[in-house]
């Protein structure tokens, strides 16, 4: 026992918290898990917990699971049990503003989660109690994440670190360089495959960016511990009946390695 409860203490010796990384696809996480050193496994409430080190951080690396409670649920373990002191998450999403592309990278600089109505007793899409419905994210956390983001996906970074090599990204119909978009993002218990539900979606905040089924549930639990987190998603799809692209595809040569390239950067970036 004394053994285990030294493994979570918050490490001593370095001055930044513990990073939770959370990974929306096993095959992202299997790329990021690739790149980090000597992991350890810990099971906790049916996942594996990843703990190693990566660029001289500290790291817990997690399948988020999928869906709001899901992901909330791996959040809360992330925070008490491991007491990460910071929380990114990476995966896919599907793109709602007018200039998102699939392919693109959204940075969230605020969370709603749209399924989320107790009207009339509260405004729709609030957090009944909280009195918010908008989960931000610090301007600054957002700019300079935006940033490193920005370069990690340049195609030299990209070429460097030897991702998408043998993928032609032209041949998925993508873009050869992903614009990096910061913006609201919207999460529900719900996959958007239709051009009316994205309509609906846009229709009732205008102003989202992406839609996903998990980041405004785990930034509502880092928010409750005060914790920084950071929302990224490829853009995989538009959120509409079109499906143009092999999702699998997708996930295994362009969201994982960007995934990967992303998490990277950050962690190199990430200063005391
Ligand atoms: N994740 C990726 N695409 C999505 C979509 N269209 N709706 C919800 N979650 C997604």
Redesign the pocket.
């Known amino acids: 026992m004394m053994a285990l409860s030294r493994t979570f203490d918050r490490p001593m010796t370095l001055s930044l918290p513990r990073i939770g990384v959370m990974a929306?696809m096993p095959e992202e996480l299997q790329a990021l898990l690739e790149a980090m050193p000597n992991q350890q496994p810990v099971q906790r409430a049916g996942r594996v917990f990843w703990l190693g080190q990566w660029h001289g951080h500290e790291v817990v690396a997690v399948l988020s699971r999928i869906g709001k409670v899901a992901a909330a649920t791996t959040t809360t373990i992330l925070l008490t049990e491991f007491g990460v002191g910071e929380v990114w998450f990476t995966?896919?999403?599907?793109?709602l503003g007018e200039r998102v592309r699939v392919g693109d990278v959204v940075v969230a600089s605020a969370l709603v989660q749209h399924d989320m109505d107790a009207s009339p007793l509260f405004p729709r899409f609030e957090l009944p109690g909280s009195g918010v419905s908008h989960l931000p994210v610090c301007p600054d956390r957002v700019a300079r994440v935006a940033d490193v983001v920005r370069w990690a996906l340049s195609p030299k970074q990209l070429a460097l670190g030897g991702a998408l090599t043998d993928v032609h990204l032209a041949e998925l119909g993508l873009p050869a360089v992903p614009e990096v978009h910061t913006g609201l993002i919207l999460?529900?218990d719900?996959?958007?495959?239709s051009a009316q539900a994205?309509g609906a979606l846009r229709d009732a905040l205008p102003e989202a960016m992406?839609?996903?089924?998990e980041g405004a549930a785990v930034a509502q639990v880092c928010h409750d511990f005060d914790v920084p987190c950071t929302v990224l998603?490829t853009?995989?799809?538009?959120?509409?009946d079109d499906a143009h692209l092999d999702?699998p595809r997708f996930i295994e040569s362009v969201a994982s390695r960007y995934a990967l390239a992303m998490v990277s950067a950050l962690l190199a970036a990430r200063q005391g």
């Open positions: 929306a995966g896919v999403a599907g793109g999460s529900g719900q996959f958007i495959g994205s992406a839609v996903e089924m998603r853009i995989s799809d538009r959120a509409d999702f």
